[in-house]
């Protein structure tokens, strides 16, 4: 059965780069039918799409986090990665990572998350 | 990009039928039949329990159900239970950009 798990830093300072590692077990990061997505939800909040990353290095991201994001993936750990720039309070969210169907953009199989808080 | 159009709350009691509405254009819930819906209790991640419109994950009750109109599709859940007090959120691929918009979640609560 297919698993994620986040992991990084629960507490980061303003201005600074947050680092995210998401490892896929249970199955291949490799999957030509799957993208490998980023999201967050600030507290109390809804879920933002970040961006996403397919096997070959494509990436997608949301227009509004762009000039800040980058999304890699490392296929020979089975593990992808989230770079958050530039960091502000308003950043401060759960991040979860996501396997998503490509074409129909399904997120299908759910990382458990992890609270990332940004303060001085 | 705005997110998708859901109700901020919606309400049933116990055996009732409830729906959630989930509005968007024709860029995206409208022009494909790319429209999930994902359940998300306190504390925990999201999880789907319909994808492309109105198929359900193995697994997932067939009280359960999604449908499409124009550019508004819907989550309807039957026979309310007290343990499908929860956020839903839908979900839709777009042709824009991000190639993914959420709703802004509807809180059920089980009267």
């Known amino acids: 059965q297919l698993q994620l798990q986040e992991s990084g830093p629960g507490l980061v300072r303003p201005s600074e780069t947050l680092s995210l590692m998401c490892t896929v077990s249970g199955g291949s990061i490799s999957s030509g039918s799957h993208y490998w997505g980023w999201i967050r939800q600030p507290p109390g909040k809804g879920l933002e799409w970040i961006g996403s990353?397919?096997?070959?290095?494509?990436?997608n991201y949301n227009p509004s986090l762009k000039s800040r994001v980058t999304i890699s993936i490392d296929t020979s750990k089975n593990q992808f990665s989230l770079r958050l720039s530039s960091l502000t309070a308003a950043d401060t969210a759960v991040y979860f990572c996501?396997?998503?169907?490509?074409?129909?953009?399904?997120?299908?199989?759910w990382g458990p998350g992890t609270m990332v808080t940004v303060s001085s | 990009q705005s997110a998708l159009t859901q109700p901020a709350s919606v309400s049933g009691s116990p055996g009732q039928s409830i729906t959630i509405s989930c509005t968007g254009t024709?860029?995206?819930?409208?022009?494909?039949?790319?429209v999930s819906w994902y359940q998300q209790h306190p504390g925990k991640a999201p999880k789907l329990i319909i994808y492309?419109?109105?198929t359900r994950p193995s697994g997932v009750s067939d009280r359960f159900s999604g449908s499409k109109s124009g550019n508004t599709a819907s989550l309807t859940i039957s026979g309310l239970q007290a343990e499908d007090e929860a956020d839903y959120y839908c979900?839709?691929?777009?042709?824009?950009?991000?190639?993914?918009?959420f709703g802004g979640g509807t809180k059920l609560t089980v009267l």
């Open positions: 492309d419109v109105s």
């Open positions: 024709s860029s995206d819930v409208g022009g494909y039949n790319f």
């Open positions: 996501a396997r998503v169907k490509s074409v129909t953009m399904t997120l299908n199989v």
């Open positions: 990353v397919f096997y070959s290095g494509h990436t």
């Open positions: 979900g839709s691929y777009t042709r824009i950009s991000t190639l993914v918009l």
